[in-house]
């Protein structure tokens, strides 16, 4: 359930752009309680005050994300 989700977030959506690899590489951030990419600017959800997830520097970094996604 999204009880931090106050459905701010949907204001600054990010939206794919079909000739790019991803919502990271466009430099927009999740985050992973509200479940959306945003088009956002700062370090935390303008939404829910939760640290937003952002593009991973490397594979050793995106193995360690993808663990911590499946540990919750
Ligand atoms: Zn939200
Ligand atoms: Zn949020």
Same mark, same amino acid.
């Given at each position: 359930m999204r009880k931090y989700c106050k459905d701010i977030c949907k204001t600054y959506k990010a939206y794919k752009d079909?000739? $790019? $690899? &991803?919502y990271y590489s466009e430099g927009y951030k999740r985050c992973i309680e509200c479940d959306i990419f945003l088009n956002w600017q &700062?370090?935390? *959800?303008? *939404? *829910?005050d939760h640290i937003l997830r952002i593009k991973p520097h490397n594979n050793q970094c995106k193995t360690r994300l993808l663990k911590q996604i499946t540990r919750l």
């Open positions: 079909e000739h $790019s $690899s &991803g &700062g370090m935390r *959800c303008p *939404c *829910c």
